[in-house]
């Protein structure tokens, strides 16, 4: 049985406002004196609590920089909470940052190798499948190529392809389908569907709505890092997008970055 349990998770970044101070600026700017490249404390979830059980389709919505990518990979365990305590029960696979893991001067073929052994897949597995994933990929004989010849596309295209021959139980998916020509992304969409289909639990991101109405049984409104409504998909993207009218309506009486306001703190 599959399960996601998250209690009072709270996930919070602290960054520099500037990537590095030269010594120029130490020097004239007074660093001594007072502090020249404060600390953001970037609170990107915020007391989340939820439990996804086995068979349930889950979509996340929200506006960008509401935590939704976060969450997902918070999930997948590319990010540890700072506080709450996080419970999964299942083989989890992901698909998001789909050229993680490439080697740029290895070719297509070695690359198949490396991003499998990055999504936890044996080397008999991945031998096994690597001419369905040459296929699918239609990249032909560029694959005996470095890929740092690749355009952006092919790449997306080969991470892809090597993505769609997971075995799932867990799968979380972040808006994907963007992968070469129509053609390749209706093959795509089509593969991903079988895929969602053998899960035993999926979580998608989508700001798609009839995607997430057709694909998911139950929403989960995310609203500056904090889960602002879950429950029936219709009733939750319904209400989202009534919203996002309202806050449309009202865009030119807000003051500039109103929005944020809260998320970040300088200390």
Known sequence: MAFIELDQIGLTFQVRQQYQITLKEYLLKGMFRQKRNPVLEVRALQDVSLRIGDG?????????????STLLRLL?????????????????????????????????????????????????????K????????????????????????????LGFSISMFIEPEILLVDEVLGAGDLAFQQKAQDRLMEMMGQARLLVVVSHDMTSLTRLCDRAIWLDHGRVRADGPVEDVTEAYVSHVKDEANQASEDAPGERFQGLVRTF
Request: proline share 2%; no cysteine; net charge positive.
């Open 56 to 68: 349930e389709r889950v979509g996340v919505l929200g506006a960008n920089g509401s935590g939704k």
């Open 76 to 128: 997948a365990g590319v990010y540890h909470p700072t506080r709450g305590k996080r419970s999964i029960q299942g083989k989890v696979s992901s698909l998001f940052d789909l050229t993680l893991g490439f080697e740029m001067e290895a070719n297509g073929w070695k690359n198949i190798l490396y991003r499998g052994y990055l999504q936890g897949q044996s080397t008999a597995f991945l031998k096994a």
């Open 130 to 157: 690597m001419d369905e994933i040459a296929e699918f990929s239609e990249l032909g004989h560029f694959l005996d190529l470095p890929i740092r010849y690749y355009s952006a596309g092919m790449l997306v295209r």
